[in-house]
């Protein structure tokens, strides 16, 4: 704004010079005139005395002309001064206006803006946002504590099931929330992670493929948990492993990782691409007690109770009648 005014300022100074003296400058250029036809008059009086023209008569009555004419020429640039000036501040005044309501929209939008992260931040515990939430560095970091994982199916199982066992070894509780390799909902997941999803046959493939991640995520999780099954007869002391396969719909993917002294969680989606590939959400007590991560805990309590009858040792029982095939790859394993 002080740039469009300096800017309006430096364009009408020189008019405005030019105006504000013009009257006395066109009073001095009469004067001298008639100061130059007096003394005209004078010699042409005293050379030619039949003239009969009286030079200092003409001389008053000339200068007189010129300061009256010059005058008003004042007084009509100091009205024409007034108005310009009202004209200018009304302008800058206009320009003022308006730089003042933009700049008080743009303060309510970054208020607003605030106000939203600050709720967030201070009313639910937001914590920032995370590529990935690095799932197998917290298990492995902890000796103590809880972890509450949903997902639908792991990309990894073989290493993320090593790191369960030594996180359980450690003392550590895992609760594993997962798919059900029998879930109708399975298929309905493989469309929309397809990449050509109007293409018949890439939706197909694509839910063939996924059925069989599935059901190679449950194998390597129940060759690993009759390890756990071992571990735990030969010593009750080490964490807890627990697991259940939900048949509903996935809601989104949830990681909660309770160290025993403060509770930390992840939230990610599941849109039309695999939930590794989308950007994960960090919250924690420590900044808002807790507030979303006791919503997020609720939710997964929820799903678990929902999946009770779907343990890990029901769905080895259903496989052996229904899928084989997945039993002799995990005994393979």
Do not use: C
């Amino acid at each position: 704004m002080h740039d469009r005014i300096s800017v309006r300022i430096e364009r009408d100074s020189m008019l405005e010079f030019i105006r504000r003296h013009i009257g006395w400058t066109v009073s001095g250029l009469l004067a001298i005139s008639a100061i130059g036809f007096w003394v005209y008059v004078k010699y042409v009086g005293v050379q030619q005395p039949e003239t009969g023209i009286d030079p200092f008569f003409i001389a008053f009555e000339t200068i007189l002309s010129a300061l009256s004419v010059g005058l008003v020429i004042v007084f009509i640039q100091k009205i024409g001064e007034r108005y310009s000036v009202e004209e200018r501040i009304r302008e800058l005044k206009d320009a003022i206006d308006s730089e003042r309501e933009e700049l008080e929209n743009r303060m309510d939008d970054i208020r607003r803006r605030t106000e939203n992260a600050l709720q967030l931040k201070f009313g639910y515990g937001l914590d920032g946002i995370a590529d990935d939430p690095h799932e197998l560095q917290h298990i492995k970091r902890l000796k103590t504590g809880h972890v509450f994982w949903l997902n639908t199916l792991f990309r990894d199982a073989e290493k993320n099931m090593v790191a369960i066992l030594e996180a359980v070894k450690q003392g550590t509780n895992v609760d594993l929330l997962m798919m059900s390799p029998f879930s109708d909902y399975a298929e309905i997941r493989g469309r929309y992670t397809a990449p050509a999803f109007k293409d018949a046959s890439s939706v197909h493939s694509n839910t063939e493929s996924y059925s069989k991640q599935l059901a190679a995520s449950f194998s390597f999780m129940l060759t690993h948990y009759e390890q756990y099954e071992r571990l735990k007869k030969a010593d009750p002391s080490i964490g807890e492993l627990r697991v259940r396969f939900y048949d509903d719909p996935a809601g989104l993917p949830i990681l909660i990782v309770n160290s025993g002294e403060v509770t930390e969680a992840y939230s990610g989606f599941y849109l039309n691409s695999v939930s590794s590939q989308m950007p994960y959400i960090k919250w924690s007590e420590t900044i808002a007690g807790g507030a979303f991560i006791g919503s997020l805990q609720d939710y997964f309590e929820r799903k678990w109770h929902f999946a009770g009858d779907n343990t890990i040792e029901t769905i080895r029982e259903r496989a052996r009648q229904q899928k084989p095939e997945i039993l002799e790859d995990a005994l393979v394993e």
